[in-house]
């Protein structure tokens, strides 16, 4: 794929190639590689990268400008990915913009909230630990493989009310639509998922319960119920957004965990700490980043950028800012509590945040409770996958 | 179901009913009420659903409800005051039935 041509209104001084997502620098060790960004490039430059052409923005206080912005910044056509031309869905709630947004949100928002999910610890304890019960005599196992793709896919399955017998299905067809380097691949993963997530959907339209999907299906805007292409849009999107950003962050904090025994020794001995534990790893080990269209022409720090023009925050590389979080690579669980961007902010702020945080606090608990000491396989490098979602794609630990 | 009323910066207010057991921010989010961001959802993780507990209120109400809540107020947007509190960490009881909060010029 081609750069796309620079504009002739970004100055040439700011404009820095810094191969993030598909460079051997950034594959080697992603995290290091953002939080360097800081000593390399300016707080906002034009990158030239392949995937991630546009400006880019690394400090905390411009994110967050960019994300609370939503009269310069549109999320509209924002995400890349396929569509049929037939059928030109969109990705809801996160390519609406506000004021319709909120309605989208309003739909599932009380079942994410951190009272709605409670109802889901017992079943997301039980699952960690049946995923545990299968390996924890082995001494071994593929971490990626045996917890970090199945705990997120039966939590989708459970939290939609479709099948708990469908998990091993969804997982080949994420796997596929997500990692497959053959497009063509991909592109029959994504062809299932569609066809069975449909089928669900008029299923669900029959059989109504009180799972997401028959919240979707009976979701109002405008007092009028959402339109069947709506329906469809937000129900793939929650397969999209939910599986690989869980999936990732779970195998980078166990990367993690793994090379330090003293960390996990002390993530044990202070159970009652555990959700500021639970945020400071999510500040380390952020996964992903978030992309506008400018709406109209603005001047940030100094840098004038144009309506059209592409900018991205590189959230990683915002959560270590170090004016904001002095020492940004080392993981101290008694920092002081500052907003993370983890999980982006502003309105389109991620509606499965807290899902995700009660998915990994009981992944860390259940996990360290029954196998506080594990290692990496000896002679196992980690390889980091180029894309949009920052995580190895192997994880093969021992203990 | 208990009563809060949410005063906006230029004086404006609303009363609403709020379900007992919802939160503040929730209660000003599902109705449309401007000036609470909440962007978080909760997770004490943003400051901006910063409130002001109004003067007749704030013993019953009290402080921080944790440390926190106490850090993450650091980070609002607006002035912070002794009765200062983020709206999401307010759970709505018949207690409290009446409430009134301010809110502040801006969320950040």
Redesign the interface.
Known sequence: MASRPVPDHVPPELIHNIGLIESPEFLAAPHDFMAALHDRCPPIFWSTGTQSAGWNLIKHEDA?FML?SAEYFTNKGGTPFPRDPANPFRLLPVEADPPEH?QFR?VL??M????GILRLEHTIRKLANDLIDEVEAKGECQFDEAFGRPLPVSIFLDLMGLPQDMRDTFVEWAVDLLHATDPAVAGRAYWAICGYLEGAIEDKRKRPDDGAMSRIINGQIDGEPMSAQDVFGFTVFLFIAGLDTVFATLNNMWLWLAQNPAKRREIIARPDDI??IN?ELLRRFAVTFSGRTLLKDIEMRGVRMKAGDKVMSILPACNFDPEVFPNPLSVDFDR?????LS?A???H?C?G??LA?LEIRIGLQEWLRRIPDFELKPGFTAEFRPGGVVGPEHLPLVW | MPHITYVAHDGASQTLDITAGENVMHGALYNGVEGIVGECGGALACATCHCYIDAAWVDKVGGPASDAERDMLGSAGAEVKPESRLACQIVVSDALDGLVVHMPDRQF
């Open positions: 967050f609370r909120r309003n928002d009380p994410l909230s951190p009272q959700m500021a945020e002081k509590r500052k907003p993370i999980f902010g502003g309105v702020s509606m945040a807290h945080r």
